[in-house]
C-alpha cells in the first residue's frame, strides 16, 4: 500500500469515528492499524467479554499512524473523549518512515504530555513494537532500541508504564526473539493478525490490561 492510498484509509477511518457519539472515561486504543484491524466494535467486545465486562473500550487506531499524526489527530480523537486510561501503539510506522528511534520517542513524550494535561491522572500504557514475520533483522535492531528508550521514558514518567505482548506471539517463553519460531497467527502480510487471533489476543491482553489498571 502506497503512502498516499494510506493516507486516503486512515482518513475514511477517522471520519467513521467522528460519526460515533462523543463518550467519555473509557479506555482508549490509540495508534496504528494493530489495532484498526481489530476492528472498533469488535475490540470493544471482545475486551469486554474477556474481563467480565470490566474493560469499556473505545478504539481510535487508525492506519499508517505515526507519532506526529497521533499529535495531529489529538484534537478530534482524543480531547473530547477523556480517556481514563490509553493503550499507545507507536513505533513501528515511525521507524518505516525513517524517523531514527530517538526521533519517534522524542514525538512520543510530547503525546503523552498532551494526554497527562488534559487528564492528569490517566494512566498511559505504551505497547513495545512486538515481533512479526515481515520484520527484517536491520529494523528488529531499530525496534530493540526503540523499546529500550521507550522503558526509560515510561520510568521516569508518572502513571506511564511498558506493556510487553511479545510472549502472544510464541508458542514457548525461550523461543521469543527467534522470529523462525513466531506462531501462525499473522495474515498474508506477516504484520497483522487473523480474526481468529485477535479473539485470542483479547483473552490474552485483557485481563492483563485490566490487572494493570486496577494496580
Not at 491482553?205 to 485490566?210: A, H, I, K, T
Amino acid at each position: 500500500m502506497s503512502r498516499l492510498t494510506n493516507l486516503w484509509v486512515s482518513r475514511k477511518e477517522i471520519g467513521t469515528y467522528l460519526t460515533y457519539p462523543v463518550t467519555t472515561g473509557k479506555v482508549m486504543l490509540y495508534g496504528s492499524s494493530f489495532f484498526t484491524r481489530w476492528g472498533y466494535e469488535s475490540a470493544r467486545q471482545q475486551l469486554s467479554d474477556a474481563t467480565d465486562g470490566k474493560l469499556d473500550i473505545i478504539n481510535h487506531g487508525f492506519g499508517g499512524a505515526t507519532v506526529d499524526e497521533l499529535l495531529y489527530h489529538y484534537p478530534r480523537l482524543v480531547a473530547p473523549y477523556k480517556p481514563s486510561a490509553v493503550v499507545i501503539r507507536s513505533g513501528y510506522n515511525d521507524i518505516y518512515q525513517k524517523l531514527t528511534p530517538e526521533e519517534s520517542i522524542f514525538l512520543l513524550r510530547r503525546l503523552i504530555s498532551w494526554f497527562q494535561t488534559d487528564n492528569p491522572d490517566i494512566r498511559i500504557f505504551l505497547l513495545n513494537v512486538f515481533d512479526t514475520k515481515r520484520m527484517t533483522d536491520e529494523k528488529h535492531e531499530l525496534f530493540v532500541r526503540y523499546n529500550q528508550l521507550m522503558a526509560e521514558l515510561a520510568a521516569e514518567t508518572e502513571n506511564v508504564e511498558t506493556f510487553d505482548i511479545n510472549a502472544f506471539f510464541y508458542e514457548n517463553p525461550e523461543d521469543i526473539g527467534d522470529r523462525s519460531k513466531l506462531r501462525d497467527v499473522f495474515v498474508e502480510d506477516g504484520l497483522h493478525m487473523t480474526e481468529e487471533a485477535y479473539l485470542e489476543f483479547a483473552n490474552y491482553f485483557g485481563p492483563r490490561l485490566l490487572a494493570a489498571i486496577n494496580k
